[in-house]
């Protein structure tokens, strides 16, 4: 009788736990997102690799609705191992979009059969505009080099034009022999 009276609180903490805890058709799913392009769930992309370095996506509109949808930043920009690897920063990713590709890269996902239904996507409205400028600006705020996004030329180091052969710069003009 006496190993009876651990048994009154364990009863009763069994009957707690099982108020509080809903069934499991009334649970809430796991955190996995549905994508209205390709129609189906996935879970969130795991973008860690990228983030180390480009903390500012983490919070980026565009890059947190695509990272729920369960895309990544390797899907529009490639692997970059060269690039993340690149302790001196001067390996451009695998895939950059120049401002004229923007549109067409996005639309590769996202066809525009249903945006010119939006008054603000018909002709004429968004001259000059691409899908960054709306949605999400998916740009670095700061940047110690560029890359020309075309070629994956770098063009500039810490704020500096970078020479080229021929005694010219890829940037604006500055003399080939300015120090990097």
């Not at 983030?51 to 983490?58: P, R």
């Not at 979009?97 to 066809?111: K, T």
Request: charged fraction near 20%.
């Amino acid at each position: 009788m006496r190993h009876a009276f651990w048994l009154l609180p364990l009863g009763l903490a069994v009957v707690v736990v099982a108020t509080c805890v809903p069934p499991a058709a009334v649970r809430t799913p796991p955190a996995d997102n549905f994508c209205p392009v390709c129609a189906v769930r996935t879970p969130p992309a795991d973008n860690f690799y990228c983030l180390v370095c480009h903390m500012n996506y983490k919070s980026e509109k565009l890059a947190v609705r695509h990272t729920e949808a369960g895309i990544g930043c390797m899907k529009c920009h490639g692997d970059s191992q060269d690039h993340s690897g690149d302790e001196d920063n001067i390996t451009p990713p695998d895939i950059m979009y120049p401002r004229e590709m923007i549109a067409e890269a996005c639309m590769e996902c996202h066809p525009g059969n249903g945006l010119a239904q939006k008054e603000i996507h018909q002709e004429g409205k968004q001259a000059g505009k691409v899908c960054t400028d709306c949605h999400g600006s998916h740009r670095l705020t700061h940047r110690t080099r560029r890359w020309n996004k075309a070629t994956g030329d770098l063009i500039e180091s810490n704020g500096v034009p970078v020479p080229i052969a021929g005694g010219t710069t890829k940037g604006e003009g500055t003399p080939a022999n300015t120090p990097l």
